[in-house]
T-cell receptor, first 114, second 114 residues
Framework: SQTIHQWPATLVQPVGSPLSLECTVEGTSNPNLYWYRQAAGRGLQLLFYSVGIGQISSEVPQNLSASRPQDRQFILSSKKLLLSDSGFYLC?????????????FGNGTRLTVT | AQKVTQAQTEISVVEKEDVTLDCVYETRDTTYYLFWYKQPPSGELVFLIRRNSFDEQNEISGRYSWNFQKSTSSFNFTITASQVVDSAVYFCALSEAGGFKTIFGAGTRLFVKA
């Protein structure tokens, strides 16, 4: 069966510090990968998605970036965090088979920028 | 532009009551997909159902049922005989056919009291 791992679960970082969140998927090949952010009391905002190694599409201009160095690894980064980067970050994958396969989410990372 | 509206921010019911979560969507596409996800207090979003725009049949799965009406652009979710374990945030979502973006509503927080 497929599983998705996301870490760390919680993170407290000072403003201006770098960020690296990692996500890996097991049990499937060539998944579509996604990073979403959920602000308190709001819906999910798509940040990045990737359909293959090295292929990254950005949905929202910001100081975050994403990379996909391996087929089942997706990394969210920032060189300098802002207070507004605080939130709940969710990694997700979907199958390329079929039409609009549902998203399967990781447990999320709660980021607090102080 | 695509949009998903969940007008109910919070709903509180007593166990065994029936509850309906509303979802209204906007899209110019003729082919699209609708989803419902559940986010329990643990934070991980769980996929519940996917519907394509050509299938307006209502669906029932145990205590859960979904009512899709294209005429009113609505995809409502009903929980029958609610239980405390149903307490969660529920998200309605929309994606265009063949696309990678899934647009989420703001979510409805459901409290089920014993």
């Amino acid at each position: 069966s497929q599983t998705i791992h996301q870490w760390p679960a919680t993170l407290v970082q000072p403003v201006g510090s770098p960020l690296s969140l990692e996500c890996t998927v097991e049990g499937t090949s060539n998944p579509n990968l996604y990073w979403y952010r959920q602000a308190a009391g709001r819906g999910l905002q798509l940040l990045f998605y990737s359909v293959g190694i090295g292929q990254i599409s950005s949905e929202v201009p910001q100081n975050l970036s994403a990379s996909r160095p391996q087929d089942r690894q997706f990394i969210l980064s920032s060189k300098k965090l802002l207070l507004s980067d605080s939130g709940f970050y969710l990694c997700a994958w979907s199958s390329r088979q079929g039409n609009n396969s549902p998203l399967h989410f990781g447990n999320g990372t709660r980021l607090t920028v102080t | 532009a695509q949009k998903v509206t969940q007008a109910q921010t919070e709903i509180s019911v007593v166990e065994k009551e029936d509850v309906t979560l509303d979802c209204v969507y906007e899209t110019r596409d003729t082919t699209y997909y609708l989803f419902w996800y559940k986010q329990p207090p643990s934070g991980e979003l769980v996929f519940l159902i996917r519907r394509n725009s050509f299938d307006e049949q209502n669906e029932i799965s145990g205590r859960y049922s979904w009512n899709f009406q294209k005429s009113t652009s609505s995809f409502n979710f009903t929980i029958t005989a609610s239980q405390v374990v149903d307490s969660a945030v529920y998200f309605c979502a929309l994606s265009e056919a063949g696309g990678f973006k899934t647009i989420f509503g703001a979510g409805t927080r459901l409290f089920v009291k014993a």
